[in-house]
């Protein structure tokens, strides 16, 4: 069953809102007395029946709600966009579609995307949350600088995958189950020596994500994974 998704559950509302209301109306042509599931992106799944199948505002009642564990793990991954924005948008979709907990996005010295939009890649986050039938909506973060977001960010454990061939320190033989971890990647030209002193200054620890050299959407896409594995 398709899963639909209205975050302000918890706040009262029980309507779909325009988008979703046209797709269950117009598209999969729902109509009042009809069964429908969704979630809030904050834990939970509903069944509902509808009221008014209104393609502005479709209406429901909902009959069952069933909460769903957060994962032990709490995912948080750091990364730079990159020039091509459908690279960026495709690492969005496949790492909420693995599971991830925080996207945060980073202006490095080296990047060459300096401006970020996040609505379209909130929206290709809901697609992915929904598509692989998940209760939690990641948080997704304004782009921010290196040097910021080193500085403000808490994390139990916090990592920077950095292209250096002599660092034997592989990020799967360090991340910690039960914790929150952090893992930060860099833009295509990676992070600038200033930005990794900073960063082991504020308790990074250099790690390597094997021996390949990967693009910046292939290198979150293997983080994500293997905090998945923790």
């Given at each position: ?160 995958a ?9 990020l ?5 189950s039960?914790?929150s ?12 020596e ?37």
């Amino acid at each position: 069953m398709h899963l639909f998704y209205q975050p302000d559950i918890p706040a009262g509302t029980l309507h779909l809102d325009d988008e979703e209301s046209r797709h269950a109306v117009k598209v999969m042509r729902l109509k009042s007395g009809d069964s429908i599931q969704f979630t809030d992106g904050k834990g939970s799944f509903y069944t509902a029946n509808i009221t008014e199948a209104h393609h502005k505002k479709c209406a429901f009642e909902i009959t069952s709600k069933e909460d769903v564990k957060p994962h032990s793990t709490f995912r948080h991954l750091a990364i730079a966009p990159t020039k091509n924005l459908d690279r960026t948008e495709w690492f969005v979709e496949k790492a909420v579609e693995l599971g991830v907990d925080r996207i945060s996005f980073l202006l490095g010295d080296h990047s060459e995307r300096k401006v970020l939009k996040l609505d379209r890649i909130i929206k290709k986050a809901i697609g992915a949350m929904k598509q692989s039938g998940q209760a939690f909506m990641p948080q997704l973060d304004e782009l921010t600088s290196v040097k910021n977001f080193i500085k403000e960010v808490q994390a139990d454990h916090k990592f920077m995958a950095y292209v250096d061939f002599e660092n034997e320190a592989l990020l799967k033989d360090r991340l910690v189950s039960s914790a929150s971890n952090l893992v930060m990647i860099g833009p295509e030209g990676d992070f600038s020596e200033r930005e990794v002193e900073m960063a082991l200054a504020a308790g990074f620890v250099k790690v390597s994500l094997g021996a390949n050299r990967l693009r910046t959407e292939t290198a979150g896409m293997a983080a994500v994974h293997l905090m998945n594995l923790v």
